[in-house]
């Protein structure tokens, strides 16, 4: 298949896009610059240059390509109407990424003990709000003749398969640590975060592609850890004696700014991916979040 992904050169992305090559698929990426561009194409990822406001250089590759996948942006509703317009009515498959912290709690690193799978009503809170709402209307595509899906990842870690090779969150944690010579978290630290693997995410958006329904919506996690557990992980992993220090929310907004502390690093999300495990046969099968911490590279970052 030709496929048109944006975000070639991104973690998530590029990751996909690399698995697709070597499954056979030609695969023409979106990148901003000419540096992303080599680092693609030395991939074998045909480059295109561009934004995610560049809504007529979408609509061409969407309307050349036998499928999509945005990986670029899950907020940038712009430029996924552009792309999905540009496939109404041809039956063609569009992949949205999105992100399970649309059931987020602020919690001050509290834990909280609310489960979601896709199945369970949630309001979001005003920060995801808009997410939400783009979500909704893309799937909304499925009546307009294009074969909607989402795949919504929970807190993603292990090595990159593509150009980029970090995750966020826990490259977040060990710079934190290598900063201040202990490992922090916001709060108590014992808000959960449900996890899964990059390569066991690939794996779900390839089996996306291949077989999910119109109008369909996957959480991706595969186990769950408090941020508490993560940080001692770090601590153990970097040589330290696995203790760990709570930060006020000034110290984590300084850290990492103010939404992604407490949206993020500071949140709850728990998530059951129970619909892929059913409909697709998906079994992720990759090393937990605190082996691969345990095994220091590729998380030394």
Known sequence: MKIFCTGASGYIGGSVAAALMASGHHVRGLVRSAESAEKVRALGIEPVIGTLDDAAILAQEAKAADAVINAGSADHRGAAIALLDALAGSGKAFIHTSGSSIVGTRSAGQRVDDVFDETTPF????????????????????????????????LIYGQGLGAKADSVQVPWLIRTARKHGVAKHYGPGENVWSNIHIDDLVDLYLRVL????????????????????????????????????????????????????????????????????????????????????????????
């Not at 109008?215 to 186990?223: L, M, S, T």
């Open 210 to 301: 291949d077989a999910a329904p119109a109008g369909a919506f996957y959480f991706a996690e595969n186990g769950e850890n408090s941020m508490r557990e993560a940080c001692a992980a770090i601590s153990r992993m970097l040589g330290f004696d696995g203790t760990t220090k709570a930060m006020s929310l000034e110290e984590a907004a300084a850290e990492w700014g103010d939404g992604p502390a407490q949206d993020t690093m500071g949140s709850n999300s728990r998530v059951r991916a129970a619909r892929a495990r059913k409909e697709l046969g998906w079994a992720p099968h990759a090393r937990s979040l605190l082996d691969e911490i345990a095994q220091g590279s590729p998380l030394r970052s």
């Open 123 to 154: 309001t979001p809170s005003p920060a995801r709000a808009a997410r939400v709402a783009l979500d909704k209307e893309i799937l909304s595509y499925a009546s307009k003749g294009v074969r909607t899906a989402i795949v919504c990842p929970s």
